[in-house]
């Protein structure tokens, strides 16, 4: 079997530990023990068919793939994240993010959240990948809500250049607050 492929396993057999570690601490609606059978009805409530089956075999590292749909409605379900899922933050220090490529488990959040560089890429300071864009931009609003005069000024030149990089990609630009 090639690398990439036992990559992949290994990636699928990580995240259904992560389930099962969710699973186990979650409570269900009327605050009793999240079972597999309530994590796969809750799936269900939320518009994708996820049997108890599936999230067994998930969880016992039998099961060889998951899909990117079923990662987003089992997150949603159990209240956390995609990357709480994909990478044992807190848990384990480095992860094998691609095939061959191991890095601290907060870079392959980062990465993964599109909040980093990309491996082989510039840094986002040169290059930025949309999600970059739209955090900084997110985090200049936020400062502004706290920041004194002095600083608005600077803040208000960071939110314009961000802007004009978001309309120059094409991209929605979000609006600003009226102050």
Known sequence: MEHGADWQL???????????????????PQGRRL?????????TELGLTIGRPAIAKLEKGLRQTITVGELQIIARALKVS?????????????????PGLHRDTWSAVLWWSGMAARPGRPAPA????????????YQLLEDWTFAGEAHRRTILTGLHGIRGDLVDRGLIVPALPSE
Do not use: N
């Not at 059978?37 to 799936?43: E, G, I, R, S, T």
């Not at 995609?82 to 691609?98: H, I, N, R, S, Y």
């Not at 949309?130 to 931009?137: D, E, G, P, S």
């Open 35 to 43: 079972t597999a059978q309530v994590l796969a009805d809750m799936c």
């Open 82 to 98: 995609p990357a709480d899922l994909m990478f044992p933050l807190g848990q384990e220090p480095t992860v094998e993010q691609l």
């Open 126 to 137: 040169i290059e930025a990948g949309v999600v970059h864009l739209y955090q900084v931009f």
């Open 10 to 28: 290994e990636a699928t057999a990580r995240i259904g530990a992560r389930i099962a570690y969710f699973r186990e601490r979650a409570k269900d």
